[in-house]
């Protein structure tokens, strides 16, 4: 199997006034179950990103109520405020230290098997 990349908003934080988004916290998380010598192992491996300083400007054009956002909504947000070269390290840095864990240590068995 190949590595699974998700992304996911964990919490968010917002001011009652005016019910922008003022914090958000997401988790990256790489997993991929494999067998290995005829047992399933599963491997999953996060990173966690936290922004407390985010200001909405709720006169903006693109303010989105509360109440009407989308966890795609806010992993944008996430995504765009970590810029793709970070996305794209956290994503590839998750997936080798999965795919690290299934390499073989030492291989039992003889050359004609």
Not at 56 to 84: C, K, Q, R, Y
Request: charged fraction near 25%; hydrophobic fraction near 35%; charge should be negative.
């Amino acid at each position: 199997m190949a590595v699974t990349i998700t992304w996911k908003v964990h919490r968010c934080k917002r001011d009652s006034a005016t019910g922008g988004i003022t914090g958000v916290s997401a988790v990256c998380t790489a997993s991929d179950t494999r067998t290995v010598d005829g047992e399933e192992i599963a491997q999953k491996k996060q990173k966690w990103v936290q922004y407390d300083d985010l200001t909405p400007d709720p006169s903006a054009s693109d303010f989105i109520l509360f109440d009407n956002l989308t966890e795609e909504n806010i992993l944008g947000w996430v995504h765009s405020l970590l810029g793709d070269d970070k996305k794209v390290e956290i994503e590839t840095t998750l997936t080798n230290k999965v795919n690290e864990k299934f390499a073989p240590v030492a291989l039992l068995g003889n050359p004609w098997d």
